[in-house]
């Protein structure tokens, strides 16, 4: 059955785990143990092995099947990121891969910062996959929820309290709360004067 999980299905049933050990207030997450302890119990065949950060030029981080014919699987990210929330953002969006897509792709994924942006690359449906598996993972909608209403003005002090509580990225906090308000919005990120990418609210 869990072969046929969608990425927020997956969310939803490690969310349960985490609530059942740890209880509600179990944030931020800690990734690095939940893909390794979690995998060695569902999945003993095949598990998580190793989580570490590692020389990966143009990427943000990595799934890849563990070498010279021994089990499990490995999970890196560019220890040349500083940012405490991409590294935890980048960890959950790998685990989402190994999860929902390692059966299909044996060789596993490299994930750059355009794939975890834009939707134009090869891996355009994988990849944002993953990325709602990690969303749902790290900031489940019912915790948000209670952080930020949905109908709530909001202002960005409750956005960074987000990005701390579940130890996240700006941006990715704001993407959570842009996929979850019932307010008219649009989160618009530029560089330069010149706009990278938008994504509007769709409020019912």
């Not at 207030?25 to 569902?42: K, M, T």
């Not at 190994?98 to 044996?106: I, Q």
């Not at 891996?123 to 709602?132: F, K, M």
């Not at 956005?159 to 700006?170: E, F, G, K, N, T």
């Amino acid at each position: 059955m869990s072969a046929a999980f969608g990425p927020e299905r997956w969310a939803i049933e490690l969310t349960h785990v985490l609530n059942a050990v740890f209880g509600p207030e179990h944030f931020p997450i800690r990734v690095a143990d939940l893909a390794r302890e979690y995998s060695a119990q569902r999945f003993p065949d095949d598990p998580v092995v190793r989580v570490a950060g590692d020389d990966l030029p143009g990427f943000e981080g990595a799934l890849y099947r563990a070498k010279g014919g021994r089990k499990g699987w490995g999970i890196i990210y560019n220890d040349a990121i500083t940012s405490r929330g991409r590294i935890n953002f980048t960890l959950a969006h790998e685990l989402g891969h190994y999860l929902l897509h390692r059966h299909d792709h044996p060789q596993g994924f490299t994930c750059g910062d355009r794939d975890m942006t834009g939707w134009d690359s090869e891996y355009a449906r994988l990849e944002q996959q993953a990325n709602v598996f990690a969303a749902n993972l790290l900031m489940p909608r019912d915790d948000f929820a209670r952080q930020i209403p949905a109908d709530a003005r909001i202002d960005l002090d409750m956005i960074r309290h987000c990005a701390d509580r579940y130890q996240v990225s700006l941006i990715a906090a704001a993407l959570r709360w842009i996929s979850h308000t019932s307010r008219r919005a649009i989160l618009v990120v530029s560089r330069d004067g010149f706009i990278l990418w938008r994504a509007p609210a769709t409020p019912p």
